[in-house]
């Protein structure tokens, strides 16, 4: 079976520090990973995803992530936060049977 | 539709009676899944439908919970006898069949039991 791990489920930044929220999954072959962002009282909205190709995805309002095979990770990025950027986060993988599986979301925190 | 729907938004209920809670998914999505999203909590899987069948239903807590999917379209999500902790939003999402698309979510149903 596989899973999604979502390392901290609470994160903090500064307003303009670097944003890294840390995915890790387990696949017996590779899939296809995502990351979805949940505004309050809101459903889940794509932010970016991978399928194949080129390991650096780049994803709507300045985040990115990077698939690293060999370290079974696809951690999302971005620069310079900024306070609109304060929501959930959820990474998720789909395996080849249609079947998502979530990770169990980071909190994003961003202080003035 | 352009987006999936779920009906109602919010849904406050008394313990022990019967809800449903219908989703509409993208026209042309095979795939249809509802997930449970408990205060402060991730994403708890249901059950996932592939056109009108239900190959993967490991998710729903007890006998109380069902789902059914027509026509490859609607789905409703039925629990009976509602217990307090059934209180969550319950999404909705759909998929193609192809696997490199994403599933697309639902605004969820807000269910409250008092």
């Known amino acids: 079976a596989q899973s999604v791990t979502q390392l901290g489920s609470h994160v903090s930044v500064s307003e303009g520090a670097l944003v890294l929220l840390r995915c890790n999954y387990s696949?017996?072959?590779?899939?296809?990973l995502f990351w979805y962002v949940q505004y309050p009282n809101q459903g889940l909205q794509l932010l970016l995803k991978?399928?194949?190709?080129?390991?650096l995805v780049k994803g709507i309002n300045g985040f990115e992530a990077e698939f690293k095979k060999s370290e079974t990770s696809f951690h999302l990025t971005k620069p310079s936060a900024h306070m609109s950027d304060a929501a959930e986060y959820f990474c998720?993988?789909?395996?080849?049977?249609?079947?998502?599986?979530f990770g169990s979301g980071t909190k994003l925190n961003v202080k003035p | 539709g352009a987006g999936v729907s779920q009906s109602p938004s919010n849904k406050v209920t008394e313990k022990g009676k019967d809800v449903e809670l219908r989703c509409d998914p993208i026209?042309?999505?095979?795939?249809l899944y509802w997930y449970r999203q408990s205060l402060g909590q991730g994403l708890e899987f249901l059950i996932y439908f592939q056109g009108n069948s239900a190959p993967d239903k490991s998710g729903l807590p007890s006998d109380r919970f069902s789902a059914e999917r027509t026509g490859g379209s609607v789905s409703t999500l039925t629990i009976q006898r509602t217990q307090q902790e059934d209180s969550a939003v319950y999404l909705c999402?759909?998929?193609?069949?192809?696997?490199?698309?994403?599933?697309?979510f639902g605004q969820g149903t807000r269910l409250t039991v008092v």
């Open positions: 696949s017996s072959v590779p899939p296809y």
């Open positions: 991978y399928t194949t190709g080129a390991t």
């Open positions: 999402a759909s998929s193609s069949r192809q696997g490199h698309t994403e599933a697309f």
């Open positions: 026209s042309g999505h095979t795939a």
């Open positions: 998720a993988v789909r395996n080849n049977f249609n079947k998502f599986y």
